[in-house]
């Protein structure tokens, strides 16, 4: 329901046979105040630290995740791709010197990937035969840059195969919200044609959804659902272009165990 709190963070999410987990959070279930209400998981939006770090283990329990093995990122709305055996501060990196990529990719089995968006396109992948999971962050610059072929080309390098690697594409801004500029426009469609929109005024606009989900296509990767909230339409998440100070929304991947 639109506008409906929670005092338990609620998650959309898409759990396959195989052991792999796609889950995003909505806005509600937290405890940050206004204008980041409530359940922001983004540590660098000028949030209280204190309430990130309650709102990250109240949505990594609701899933059934240990909070402290969750892998976060320092986005850019770049292309660069980590290879990660567990949170950053397990290896020996404070926080503040987690380094800039838009995507991380592992080979370690219950291990949670995130991604922060509030409009971008968080894209969830795994292999689950492998046993290799990836996470990209993007965007409109990152769909350009190329990040979610960098993070499939990464998965295969570690010897994920494309017809083997399931995912979601998590909510984010629709093509009939997200207005641009013609040349704009024209610039995302030279590197992801099926990115081209128009809003429903009529206007320039970029799918930026569509534009990953072909990206992967032409790797190979077809195995790939998608959510159908529009995060600028709903008043469930967050949107930096509907609101501009605000929150962040979550999305995870993650392989279960083996017994």
């Known amino acids: 329901m639109i506008g409906q709190q929670h005092t338990v963070p609620p998650v959309e999410h898409v759990a396959h046979a195989s052991g792999a987990h796609f889950a995003s959070t909505d806005r509600w279930g937290g405890v940050s105040a206004a204008p980041y209400a409530e359940l922001n998981l983004g540590g660098a939006v000028g949030d ?14 609701a899933l059934g995740l240990d909070p402290a093995a969750v892998v976060w990122m320092n986005q850019v709305h770049g292309n660069d791709v980590a290879v990660v055996d567990g ?5 020996g990196r404070p926080a503040d010197e987690i380094p800039a990529v838009d995507a991380v990719v592992t080979t370690r089995r219950g291990l949670a990937l995130a991604v922060l968006t509030a409009d971008c396109v968080p894209v969830l992948l795994a292999d ?11 965007g409109r610059p990152g769909l350009v840059a190329g990040v979610v072929p960098a993070v499939v080309a990464e998965m295969l390098r570690l010897g994920a195969e494309p017809d083997r690697i399931v995912g979601h594409i998590g909510p984010s801004v629709c093509g009939g919200c997200y207005e641009v ?14 990115s081209w929109a128009t809003t429903r005024r009529g206007t320039p606009a970029v799918d930026v959804a569509n534009g990953v989900a072909a990206q992967l296509g032409r790797m190979g990767v077809t195995g790939v659902g998608r959510s159908d ?7 469930d998440h967050f949107s930096y272009r509907r609101e501009r100070t605000t ?12 017994s």
């Open 128 to 138: 689950p035969v492998a046993g290799i999971t990836g996470a990209a962050h993007a």
């Open 48 to 61: 209280d630290p204190a309430a990130v770090r309650t709102n990250r283990r109240r949505a990594a329990e």
């Open 87 to 91: 949170p950053w501060a397990a290896n």
């Open 229 to 235: 909230v529009c995060t600028m339409e709903s008043a």
């Open 181 to 194: 500029p013609e040349a704009m426009r024209a610039e995302v469609a030279e590197a992801a044609p099926e």
């Open 247 to 258: 929150g962040r929304l979550a999305s995870y991947v993650w392989l279960e165990e083996q």
